[in-house]
T-cell receptor
Framework: AQTVTQSQPEMSVQEAETVTLSCTYDTSESDYYLFWYKQPPSRQMILVIRQEAYKQQNATENRFSVNFQKAAKSFSLKISDSQLGDAAMYFCAYRSANQFYFGTGTSLTVIP | NAGVTQTPKFQVLKTGQSMTLQCAQDMNHNSMYWYRQDPGMGLRLIYYSASEGTTDKGEVPNGYNVSRLNKREFSLRLESAAPSQTSVYFC????????????FGSGTQLSVL
């Protein structure tokens, strides 16, 4: 089974600064999709960004971007110009066919 | 747009009681899922249904049963609740396209005393 590892249980960042959340995964497949989800205190799961493994170009959504290193099986999330509303739990997820695999999450604190 | 609706939002059970968590989606998705979320454990798959009429075990199926009632509805049943089943439960759905994301319900906070 595929595994997804988030090695940083907690991270903090000063407001307006940049922070990078790490994610690695283990797979023998060549075609798959990767996602970052945000879970604020409301418990709602919100898609932040997605990346197709066959695309070399890193995905970007406004202040959120990824650093996708396929050979290293690494998929980190960079949040630029951090805002108080970015404080949340962030989950990295891997999709293969009908299965989604999640990491254990990184709790991000934004310091005013 | 309702998306994925799951009920109830909160529930307290005594050990040994049974209950069913309901989930319905209005996006005509083929695949539906039940996850549990525990601190430090992330989201773990309990059961999923790739399409109407099929169900499969996930990572942590023991103590649970599911029913894919039709394309819209996918319920999760605890026959005899145990304190280890105290958790937040999420229902989710997705289309079969490989780049499609998971759409989540709002979650159920379940406490088993």
């Amino acid at each position: 089974a595929q595994t997804v590892t988030q090695s940083q249980p907690e991270m903090s960042v000063q407001e307006a600064e940049t922070v990078t959340l790490s994610c690695t995964y283990d797979t023998s497949e060549s075609d798959y999709y990767l996602f970052w989800y945000k879970q604020p205190p409301s418990r709602q799961m919100i898609l932040v960004i997605r990346q197709e493994a066959y695309k070399q170009q890193n995905a970007t959504e406004n202040r959120f971007s990824v650093n996708f290193q396929k050979a290293a099986k690494s998929f980190s999330l960079k949040i630029s110009d951090s805002q108080l509303g970015d404080a949340a739990m962030y989950f990295c997820a891997y999709r293969s066919a009908n299965q989604f695999y999640f990491g254990t999450g990184t709790s991000l604190t934004v310091i005013p | 747009n309702a998306g994925v609706t799951q009920t109830p939002k909160f529930q307290v059970l005594k050990t040994g009681q049974s209950m069913t968590l309901q989930c319905a989606q209005d996006m005509n998705h083929n695949s539906m899922y039940w996850y549990r979320q525990d601190p430090g454990m992330g989201l773990r798959l309990i059961y999923y249904s790739a399409s109407e009429g099929t169900t499969d075990k996930g990572e942590v199926p023991n103590g649970y049963n599911v029913s894919r009632l039709n394309k819209r509805e996918f319920s999760l049943r605890l026959e005899s609740a145990a304190p280890s089943q105290t958790s937040v439960y999420f229902c989710a759905s997705s289309e079969l396209r490989a780049n499609e994301k998971l759409f989540f319900g709002s979650g159920t906070q379940l406490s088993v005393l």
